[in-house]
């Protein structure tokens, strides 16, 4: 069927209507709806993209088991990657399909969260003591569903609610009902993941949650939101993670843009837009940012493995994506992705599902991650009849939160800090650091792909740069510097593979002598092998930005770890020569280090959070690779 009265009117007689989508795009004055077969497939790169008349042409529901395309862990409960094939696309303006949408209230019973609150405050503390607190990463999404039966048709109630959602939420990237048959999705998800329109890639980092109940912001209370520590730093943790995407998916990775409030009726988000631009397929693009860091965490290798190991069941669709796929005008690939959160799934049995995750992060608190998953849920659940609708009574229209200049200069202050690599825009064709053009580098990724981000900084230094994962043995002899890279993990466990092969690489790069820079996970290695004492930090420098002395200079850097190398002098006698130390003068950690042909940082230079970043690389890479080095490194021997 492919008028949305017909549709409607077989709903009503409580018969399916076929596969269809009905969704509005981010304040649009109409919505589209899709109509077609829908089909199955197991990998993204299978899902058809046609030729022909420029629109869409693929609806795919992207559920969150497909992260295991990256070799990522997850718990797999075999939800399938279902895709409508688009035969027919109307748009319809948004007053007629208010006017045609029941205007009914949904009624559900067995109504309760599959995990409780007690037992996901339980679950909070442990993530951030035995991950966190252990180095395995700088956050972590931890989610819980809420479970109900709806009585009655559930396509029926799924339209209900999403008039309610058209009518009550605000501030959504999509409003939607995806019907496929086997399952129905309604929500209103305030997140686009990722979309590519005319060669431009655009990601939207949120986090940040503030608490609107009944729908009123609190003047006062927003502005002390917008100052929180634990939320600006949850939003740049998650602005460096998506920033890493944008690294792989984008020629010169991405700018950053903003940040802004994202207001909705419940709650209100804080936000960045990242763009770049970019030639690769869509579908790779989708498969190259599975999944959004706020819905898994950082880095999202290991943060996939943390949820596996705390969640111990499957996701089904939350975290994953909607994903729009077609052609424009000059036949260029689209894609527009709205991530799954804040939407609920409904079985033909009426079987609804409301999944919420929070955020942890080092100054996360159980009773506040409790709270976030209800507020969070609030919308849809209004939608469902299972929450009070958002209301301000006689009071109309509500202004934007940002109308308002305190809101405004504290939105802008969130940027003084950050590194203006990231925030402003590069020239591709400007050129590198004399000496430098030309030179090879290999970064060594140890499962942290800030090591996309390090690359278009060297990058932007004149370097070329070539990326390896540290399991993949191979040369170093083509390379003028080899950069052993960052990760989680325990760096004293030497036994663990990963640890074993940074060790193995570092004692072959320290013999020969051939140039080194070692970051984060990469330093802590170094300085294990150069004598140092590992310890744990008594608090994790996760997402943690500060001012440092190196070398007699004073840097503002960022911090993402859990570990430390310490000493109780500046100097270092070694059998690779003496080692210079730049140390914390309270506790002797080993911020940064150098020596003849190796130098470590513990800070990641290339993060957002690093304002002095660029700086520290260039001057600690023109030391390791002075021009007159250059003939001599090229008859230097090596392997790793």
């Given at each position: 069927m492919t008028h949305l009265t017909d549709l409607l009117a077989a709903v009503a007689d409580g018969v399916d209507p076929g596969p269809f989508a009905l969704l509005r795009r981010d304040g649009a004055d109409d919505l589209d709806l899709f109509t077609g077969p829908v089909d199955t497939v197991e990998a993204l790169t299978d899902l058809?993209?046609?030729?022909?008349?420029?629109?869409?042409?693929?609806?795919?529901?992207?559920?969150?088991?497909?992260?295991?395309?990256?070799?990522?862990?997850?718990?797999?409960?075999?939800?399938?990657?279902?895709?409508?094939?688009?035969?027919?696309?109307?748009?319809?303006?948004?007053?007629?399909?208010?006017?045609?949408?029941?205007?009914?209230?949904?009624?559900?019973?067995?109504?309760?969260?599959?995990?409780?609150?007690?037992?996901?405050?339980?679950?909070v503390q442990r993530v951030l003591s035995e991950e966190i607190g252990r180095g395995e990463g700088a956050n972590f999404v931890?989610?819980?569903?809420?479970?109900?039966?709806?009585?009655?048709?559930?396509?029926?109630?799924?339209?209900?609610?999403?008039?309610?959602?058209?009518?009550?939420e605000r501030g959504a990237y999509w409003t939607f009902v995806v019907h496929t048959g086997t399952r129905t999705l309604v929500g209103a998800s305030p997140e686009r993941h990722v979309s590519v329109d005319d060669g431009l890639v655009l990601m939207n980092p949120i986090?940040?949650?503030?608490?609107?109940?009944?729908?009123?912001?609190?003047?006062?209370?927003?502005?002390?939101?917008?100052?929180?520590?634990?939320?600006?730093?949850?939003?740049?943790?998650?602005?460096?993670?998506?920033?890493?995407?944008?690294?792989?998916?984008?020629?010169?990775?991405?700018?950053?843009?903003?940040?802004?409030?994202?207001?909705?009726?419940?709650?209100?988000?804080?936000?960045?837009?990242?763009?770049?631009?970019?030639?690769?397929d869509a579908r790779e693009v989708l498969r190259e940012t599975m999944f959004a860091p706020t819905v898994t965490g950082s880095p999202i290798e290991n943060a996939c493995r943390v949820i596996a190991r705390h969640e111990r069941r499957g996701r089904g669709y939350y975290g994953g994506v909607l994903a729009l796929l077609g052609h424009d005008q000059a036949g260029r690939q689209t894609l527009d992705a709205p991530i799954l959160i804040r939407t609920a799934e409904i079985s033909p049995t009426g079987r609804l599902r409301v999944p919420v995750g929070a955020t942890l992060v080092r100054h996360s608190t159980t009773a506040g991650e409790v709270a976030e998953t209800h507020a969070k849920a609030a919308g849809v659940l209004a939608a469902l009849g299972l929450a009070p609708a958002?209301?301000?009574?006689?009071?109309?229209?509500?202004?934007?939160?940002?109308?308002?200049?305190?809101?405004?200069?504290?939105?802008?202050?969130?940027?003084?800090?950050?590194?203006?690599?990231?925030?402003?825009?590069?020239?591709?064709?400007?050129?590198?650091?004399?000496?430098?053009?030309?030179?090879?580098?290999?970064?060594?990724?140890?499962?942290?792909?800030?090591?996309?981000?390090?690359?278009?900084?060297?990058?932007?230094?004149?370097?070329?740069?070539?990326?390896?994962?540290?399991?993949?043995?191979?040369?170093?002899?083509?390379?003028?510097?080899v950069v052993?890279?960052?990760?989680?993990?325990?760096?004293?466990?030497?036994?663990?593979?990963?640890?074993?092969?940074?060790?193995?690489?570092?004692?072959?790069l320290l013999a020969t002598g051939r140039p080194t820079l070692a970051v984060c996970l990469g330093h802590q290695v170094l300085a294990g092998l150069l004598g140092l004492t590992l310890r744990r930090r008594e608090a994790p420098y996760q997402g943690l930005q500060r001012e440092v002395a190196l070398f007699g200079r004073t840097?503002?850097?960022?911090?993402?770890?859990?570990?430390t190398a310490r000493a109780d002098t500046d100097r270092l006698a070694t059998a690779y020569g003496p080692v210079e130390l730049a140390r914390d003068p309270d506790d002797g950690a080993v911020h940064a280090l150098r020596g003849r042909g190796f130098a470590g940082v513990q800070f990641h230079a290339e993060s957002v959070l690093s304002p002095d970043g660029l700086a520290v690389l260039s001057e600690l890479v023109t030391d390791l690779l002075p021009a007159n080095r250059q003939d001599a490194l090229t008859t230097t021997g090596g392997g790793a």
């Open positions: 058809p993209l046609p030729s022909g008349p420029p629109g869409a042409r693929t609806l795919a529901v992207v559920p969150y088991r497909q992260i295991t395309e990256r070799g990522f862990a997850c718990v797999d409960d075999g939800a399938p990657l279902e895709f409508l094939q688009v035969r027919e696309h109307q748009r319809i303006p948004l007053s007629d399909v208010l006017a045609a949408l029941p205007d009914e209230p949904v009624h559900t019973v067995d109504v309760g969260f599959d995990v409780s609150d007690e037992e996901y405050a339980r679950t931890i989610h819980r569903s809420l479970h109900a039966r709806v009585q009655g048709s559930p396509l029926g109630a799924a339209l209900a609610a999403l008039r309610r959602l058209l009518v009550a986090s940040g949650t503030f608490r609107c109940p009944g729908g009123v912001a609190d003047r006062a209370d927003l502005l002390r939101f917008l100052a929180d520590p634990k939320e600006i730093e949850e939003l740049y943790m998650v602005l460096d993670e998506e920033l890493k995407m944008m690294a792989t998916v984008a020629e010169h990775g991405g700018q950053v843009i903003g940040p802004y409030l994202k207001e909705m009726s419940h709650l209100a988000h804080t936000e960045y837009l990242l763009a770049g631009r970019g030639t690769r958002a209301s301000v009574g006689d009071r109309g229209p509500v202004a934007p939160l940002t109308d308002d200049p305190a809101v405004r200069d504290a939105l802008a202050a969130r940027n003084a800090p950050l590194a203006r690599f990231w925030l402003d825009q590069r020239s591709p064709d400007a050129p590198g650091l004399p000496g430098l053009v030309g030179r090879r580098a290999l970064i060594v990724d140890a499962e942290d792909t800030f090591t996309g981000m390090l690359a278009h900084q060297l990058s932007a230094l004149g370097l070329a740069v070539t990326t390896r994962p540290w399991h993949a043995s191979g040369p170093v002899d083509d390379y003028d510097l052993a890279g960052p990760g989680p993990g325990d760096p004293r466990h030497v036994d663990e593979p990963k640890m074993a092969a940074l060790r193995e690489l570092l004692t072959g840097r503002r850097v960022g911090f993402y770890s859990t570990f």
